[in-house]
C-alpha cells in the first residue's frame, strides 16, 4: 500500500507565498500522475495542479500563472509551490497520486490535507 505525507501548510499574508510538499512512501512500483485538490469552506472540492511521470503539467486557471507543481521523482515527493496568494486560495490542500503498487492494480491516493490561510 501507499502513504502520502503532506507538509508546509498554514497562516501567510495576501501577497506571499507558501510551498507545500507531499511524500509518497510504500510499496511503490511506480507513480503515474499527482496532483493537488483544495476544498474551502462551503465550496466543493476544486482539482488545481497535475503532473504526470513524464512531466506534464495542467492548472487550473484560478491558479494559473501564480502556482507551480513540480517533483523530485528520487523523494517520490511532488510540490506545489504557491505565489502572489490571495485570500480566495485557503483551503484545505490535499495531494493526490495514482500509483501502481507492488502486489496491486494502479490506484488513487489521498493524502490527509493540510490548512493554508491567506488573511491580513
Known amino acids: 500500500q501507499v502513504q502520502l505525507v503532506e507538509s508546509g501548510g498554514g497562516l501567510v499574508q495576501p501577497g506571499g507565498s507558501l510551498r507545500l510538499s507531499c511524500a509518497a512512501s510504500g510499496s511503490i512500483f511506480s507513480i503515474y500522475t499527482m496532483g493537488w485538490y483544495r476544498q474551502a469552506p462551503g465550496k466543493q472540492r476544486e482539482w488545481v495542479a497535475t503532473?504526470?511521470?513524464?512531466?506534464?503539467?495542467n492548472y487550473a486557471d484560478s491558479v494559473k500563472g501564480r502556482f507551480t507543481i513540480s517533483t523530485d521523482n528520487a523523494k517520490n515527493t511532488v510540490y506545489l509551490q504557491m505565489n502572489s496568494l490571495k485570500p480566495e486560495d485557503t483551503a484545505v490542500y490535499c495531494c493526490?497520486?495514482?500509483?501502481?503498487?507492488?502486489?496491486?492494480?494502479?490506484?488513487?491516493?489521498w493524502g490527509q490535507g493540510t490548512q493554508v490561510t491567506v488573511s491580513a
Open positions: 493526490n497520486a495514482y500509483v501502481r503498487a507492488r502486489g496491486h492494480p494502479p490506484d488513487d491516493y
Open positions: 503532473i504526470t511521470s513524464g512531466g506534464s503539467t
